[in-house]
């Protein structure tokens, strides 16, 4: 077969492939403790999937509206107007099958050949990858350990070009578990303002946050018109195999995603949109709950790794993931992720899989039992030792 150029430019998610990896060392025999793969390993709250299963029962099992079902829209504009305080219709509403189609499908109607999209690094692979994919040129804009993983505002104002079209924003951020605090997010938006730049604003964390109150770029005015707030169920609600996520953004903008979802998906799933239905109007404590139990994790784990000579880590303050410096170990990232997975049975990911700012770091994600975090701290205490010689 001979494929089209543009396929060779999509990249991937290296959490899947260390997956097959650890699953391949699985079935040698050998005893993994998965630290890689970034999903809340609680079940979903029972009253999402007693939804779930009324609405198979009630006939949820048709094709439905491509932008999403009015009821479940309606929920995210009030869910909007609660969580931000930010006024939208239901027009501004696209549901989509997770948040990654809206990632997506805004790079498809936004970017092209000759555009230049900025995106965090480290950050989520996917921005890096799609933008290429699009045929954009991405333009990393660096998140430092010495800025808390915040971003360099002037260094980002240095980056806008006329070819800019999107910039890409992600708080709480996935690999590092840093926030962007409003001071940050107000000179983002100025940036935007002045520049007439849409803005990503990726928050599929914004409830898995352990200080201080959620900040969205929402907030700032005169971005009503630049503003496209990538959200969803999957980490929030641990909904990561529903498949359903949204994106809230101008109405001109929503015509073109809701063309795009009909000619690839359709509609997300029936039941599943009835299940997020519940999700919003539902009891939160299955939430605040789930970030208790992360947040003994987080404390736990930092406090573990931060024993280990030669490993320092941050005490992230969103998300579910820890990025420790594992510079003092003297290898590559990709060396001691291969090391810690062949020799100490601990799947993580070398901090390069985010981008190449990411290089000195790996991901853990904590969202594991205390029991195997107990264990996996013994393991990379062991792995560092021999590392360190
Ligand atoms: N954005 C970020 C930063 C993520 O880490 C993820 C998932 O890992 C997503 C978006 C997409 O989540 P989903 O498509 O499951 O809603």
Known sequence: MKFAERISLLGTETAFEVLAKAQALERTGKKIIHLEIGEPDFDTPPHIIEAGKKALDEGYTHYGPSAGMFELREAIVKEMARSRGLSTSIENIVVTPGGK????FVLLALAQKGDEVIYPNPGFSIYESVIRFVGATPIPIPLREDLDFRLDVTELKDLVTD???????????????????????NAIAQI???????????EIYSRILYEGEFASISACDGMEDLLIILEGFSKTYAMTGWRIGYGVMPVD????????MTNS??????????????????????????????????????????????????APK??????????????????????FLNEGGIAALAGPDFG???????RFSYAT??????????????CASKLRG
């Open 369 to 382: 039992s205390l029991e195997n975090i107990q264990k996996a701290l013994e393991r990379i205490g062991y």
């Open 101 to 104: 189609p809206i990632m997506f």
């Open 253 to 260: 903008l929503a015509a073109h995603i809701t063309r795009l």
């Open 356 to 362: 190449a700012y990411g290089e000195g770091f790996l």
């Open 265 to 314: 998906n359709s509609c997300t799933a029936s039941f599943t949109q009835r299940a997020a239905l519940s999700a919003l109007n539902g009891p939160q404590d299955a939430v605040e709950a789930m970030v208790s139990e992360f947040r003994k994790r987080r404390d736990f784990f930092v406090k573990g790794l931060n024993e280990i000579q030669g490993i320092s880590c941050a």
């Open 163 to 185: 070819r800019t079209k999107l910039i890409i924003m992600n708080s709480p951020q996935n690999p590092t578990g840093g926030i962007l605090p409003m001071e940050d997010i």
């Open 318 to 339: 969103g998300a579910f993931y820890l990025f420790p410096n594992i510079t003092g170990l003297g290898r590559s990232s990709k060396e001691i992720a291969d090391y």
């Open 192 to 202: 935007a303002i002045e520049n007439k730049i849409p803005v990503l604003s990726d």
